[in-house]
Nanobody, 119 residues
Framework: VQLQASGGGLVQAGDSLRLSCVAS????????MGWFRRAPGKEREFVAA??????AYSDSVKGRFTASRDNARNTVYLQMNSLKPEDTAVYYC???????????????WGQGTLVTVSS
């Protein structure tokens, strides 16, 4: 199984970015896809997740970020709007069977993509 995340970069506060994560080696439509992030000096935290029936978000990104998936392309997206400096982190996509917002429950991980938001 491979998860390949991309789309990170350096932006200014208030800008938008869209992250993508392409999965291979698994039956993509059967998996719950999550986005997590790890800021410098902090633990990995849940950002968003999307299944076939809906999505979930952390309070810190709710209303600004939108997770979506395209099962035909084995791809999950994270649209990030109104970015803030505190959103600066390495963002990871992950996959598991069944719903969870706990990173310890996820078995497959992408390599991460860096998002830096300047003030």
């Amino acid at each position: 199984v491979q998860l390949q995340a991309s789309g990170g970069g350096l932006v200014q506060a208030g800008d938008s970015l869209r992250l993508s994560c392409v999965a291979s080696g698994l039956t993509f439509s059967s998996y719950y896809m999550g986005w997590f992030r790890r800021a410098p000096g902090k633990e990995r935290e849940f950002v968003a997740a999307v299944s076939w029936s809906g999505s979930a978000y952390s309070d810190s990104v709710k209303g600004r970020f939108t997770a979506s998936r395209d099962n035909a392309r084995n791809t999950v997206y994270l649209q990030m709007n109104s970015l803030k400096p505190e959103d600066t982190a390495v963002y990871y996509c992950a996959a598991r069977m069944g719903i969870s917002t706990n990173y310890k429950d996820y078995i497959y991980w992408g390599q991460g993509t860096l998002v830096t938001v300047s003030s």
